[in-house]
């Protein structure tokens, strides 16, 4: 399916690997022009020529943590006007929120709540005035199951959450739409870090770590990342125009309610 994007710019976050990089091969794929921004140059250079060379797509990079007020300026200076922003920032660690000073909280709000926020407010009205924009913020499935070690993920992404179900329906009139996808378990590096230390803390076998974890998924595996990327490009599609507000919830059937 055409998704009518074709020739549009998009600034995507933390894209040098994982769900950031999915959703941008998917975008690029769609015939968007990307400017991708992630921590590691090298890492990033290396995704941006996987990318380019897969898509046939134009791809510049932004070597900047997006966490940062001099990260989120160099971003927007590379891609003052996008049309298309995928916002996207590592989750904080796991731990017992007795452990969590203020420090501790203050960094997990700042990195998955007030940076999108910021990059929203950055570029929505733009977006407004030139009758299109797509925002895409990538959460996780805790904002709808929360996990009790993922304290900090789960408040952070809550409130971004109910920040967006705000604002997303005062800019629908204008053809910018803003919406959330929450994923459950893909098969990242980051996920995979997480099952080998789980593993060893356990004292299993990483193979058996992975079979436990995958048995509490009713799709029997986890999900591909490049399912994740072609969701994000649905909804920054023109087909998506009366999509706004929403939480996309992609985990297998992992999350067990009716709603």
Same mark, same amino acid.
């Given at each position: 399916m055409d998704l009518g994007i074709a020739g549009r710019r998009a600034l995507v976050c933390a894209a040098s690997k994982g769900l950031g990089k999915a959703c941008a091969i998917s975008l690029g794929r769609a015939g968007v022009h990307l *400017?991708?921004?992630?921590r590691t140059a090298e890492t990033l250079e290396a995704a941006a %020529?996987?990318?380019g060379e897969s898509t046939g797509a134009d791809v510049a990079t932004v070597a900047a943590d997006i966490t940062t007020s001099a990260g989120r300026t160099a971003a927007l200076a590379a891609c003052p006007k996008p049309d298309i922003l995928v916002n996207n920032a590592g989750g904080p660690p796991p731990g017992d929120f007795r452990d969590w000073d203020r420090e501790v909280w203050i960094k997990a709000i700042d990195?998955?709540?007030l940076t999108p926020i910021e990059m929203i407010k950055a570029t929505v009205d733009g977006m407004m005035e030139r009758g299109f924009g797509r925002i895409v913020n990538i959460t996780s499935s805790s904002v709808k199951a929360p996990i009790d070690v993922l304290g900090l993920s789960n408040g952070a992404r809550s409130g971004l959450t109910g920040f967006i179900a705000g604002v997303a329906r005062t800019t629908v009139k204008r053809n910018v739409t803003i919406n959330n996808l929450l994923p459950g378990s893909f098969? *990242?590096?980051r996920l995979f870090s997480t099952i080998r230390a789980q593993a060893e803390k356990r004292g299993i076998s990483f193979e058996d770590s992975v079979k436990a974890r995958t048995a509490t998924i009713p799709?029997? %595996?986890f999900g591909d990342p490049a399912e994740f990327g072609d969701a994000c490009a649905y909804l920054c599609s023109a087909q998506a125009a009366y999509v706004t507000g929403q939480n996309f919830l992609i985990d297998g059937g992992a999350y067990p309610g009716t709603f």
């Open positions: *400017t991708i921004v992630a %020529r996987e990318i990195a998955n709540m098969g *990242t590096d799709a029997g %595996r």
